[in-house]
């Protein structure tokens, strides 16, 4: 299979899963089509704050084991291991980044768990790059995106702990 850099064929966003895997057409905009499939997944997480965490956790979920899959059946639809296009990844670990915002901090906390996320997803420290690295297919399209929005999560609900505390 050919990789990012020697991407041939371009998605087809007429086509449901290239749609899906896209980001919704947002990982066709260029460039850096991960940014953009970041910013595009914040509504829709917002949108998804008021459920409860178990059931937030669920649908997350829900969307990587989709995503494994989707991601896979692109993949081998346009012969290229994690093409730039597929964010479906970005949306999923923006969920992860994002979950659990306080409600008084919604805006503050998207756009800061946004650059914590991309931060995590580009830099790609210890076991994030380990396993973009290791992992091929769709498992690995997705897990070092899960592990960088599992990592910013952790990492903005440390700040807004330290941040309580100092006011």
């Known amino acids: 299979m050919a990789t990012a850099e020697t991407a041939g064929p371009r998605p087809n966003p007429r086509r449901l899963l ?17 940014t953009w499939g970041s910013l595009a997944a914040i509504p829709f997480l917002l949108a998804l704050q008021g459920l409860s965490t178990p059931l937030y956790a669920l649908i997350l979920i829900i969307a990587t084991v989709f995503g494994i899959w989707v991601c896979q059946r692109v993949s081998e639809d346009l012969g290229v291991d994690d093409h730039p296009a ?9 969920g992860f980044a994002l979950m659990c ?10 756009a800061i768990g946004f650059c914590l996320f991309r931060f995590f997803d580009i830099v790609k420290p210890g076991p994030v790059g380990w396993l973009d690295r290791n992992l091929t297919g769709g498992l690995g399209i997705m897990l070092d995106d899960v592990l960088a929005g599992i990592f910013a999560g952790i990492s ?3 700040g807004f702990m330290a941040w309580a505390s100092m006011v």
Do not use: K, Y
């Open 101 to 110: 915002l306080p409600a008084d901090h919604l805006w503050i906390g998207a």
């Open 156 to 158: 903005l609900q440390l």
């Open 18 to 34: 290239h749609f899906l895997a896209c980001g919704l057409g947002s990982g066709l905009i260029r460039p850096a089509p991960g």
């Open 86 to 94: 597929i964010v479906w990844d970005e949306f999923v670990g923006m």
